[in-house]
């Protein structure tokens, strides 16, 4: 994995021996970063301060994929492509402290401290598990969504947000499940972003674009803008201080990260 100064764009570091490496979570308060090694079914702790690897993480399910920090819990998620479950860890001590069958292949997911949420990509469904039980909770279907992927929440307004292959997000209420809007996106669309600060919600959309859609209000969205990038650009990173979205792609046969500003 491969750091970047996000001011300069310049190589920092790299996190070697991460074979298949698919995400990256951050505890910020534990001083702490995180990698999901899909290869390997590991996870490699590093230092945040110094990238100097800590340890590395045996994962029981296969293929790691999406990983999720929750600092309310101090709780590590991996989500297992292959073994179609999740896996728990107290992020502070690396014990592992439950396996989750989901019952289909989780994708991004996002928490509120209370609760963790999970896209299941082959079922069209979001679901919840309880974050003190490590339970699941419900699986809600996403009518009118094919294979979601990204997921972001508003936390203050309850809602998720599912980017889906057949160009829609789809809105739901976090509290009751409940289907509260549907926006027409980009294609390809692959990760998600919600900014409380502007009510804002990127998708970042591997045929070339990056949806913006502004949030009127709780149960009602604007048509998105749609954002020229370059086509493969499908995964992305929000700087919420400068507002600037990080799209990692090939240009040109060169591993590029793509810059949008605000």
């Not at 996190?15 to 995180?34: E, P, R, S």
């Not at 999406?66 to 179609?84: E, M, Q, V, W």
């Not at 896209?119 to 309880?130: Q, S």
């Not at 996403?142 to 997000?169: K, Q, Y």
């Amino acid at each position: 994995m491969q750091v970047l100064d996000v001011a300069t764009g310049k190589p920092v570091g790299e996190i070697a021996n991460t074979a298949g490496v698919h995400g990256v979570a951050f505890a910020q308060d534990l001083k702490l970063g995180f990698t999901s090694n899909g290869r390997a079914n590991s996870i490699t702790v590093f230092d945040l301060d110094t990238l100097q690897v800590k340890r590395e993480l045996p994962v029981a399910g296969m293929n790691p994929d999406a990983i999720l920090y929750d600092p309310a819990t101090h709780k590590l998620y991996t989500f297992n492509g292959k073994s179609r479950d999740v896996s728990v860890f107290d992020a502070t001590t690396g014990k592992a402290l439950a396996t989750i069958p989901v019952g289909g292949t989780p994708e991004f997911a996002a928490t509120d401290g209370k609760h963790v949420y999970v896209n299941i990509e082959d079922k069209g469904e979001i679901v919840a598990i309880d974050a003190a039980s490590d339970r699941v909770l419900a699986h809600w279907p996403l009518a009118g969504c094919e294979e979601p992927s990204g997921l972001a929440l508003d936390t203050a307004n309850a809602r998720l947000f599912s980017v889906c292959g057949n160009r829609t997000m789809m809105v739901t209420d976090s509290a009751s499940g409940r289907a509260v809007a549907r926006v027409a996106i980009g294609d390809h669309p692959d990760a998600a972003y919600y900014d409380a600060g502007t009510a804002t919600v990127f998708s970042s959309n591997g045929a070339g674009t990056l949806s913006v859609v502004h949030q009127i209000d709780a149960n009602h969205y604007a048509q998105p803008a749609e954002v020229p990038t370059v086509k493969g650009a499908r995964t992305m990173a929000f700087d919420p201080a400068s507002r600037r979205v990080f799209l990692p792609t090939v240009v040109g046969k060169q591993f590029t990260m793509l810059v949008v500003g605000p």
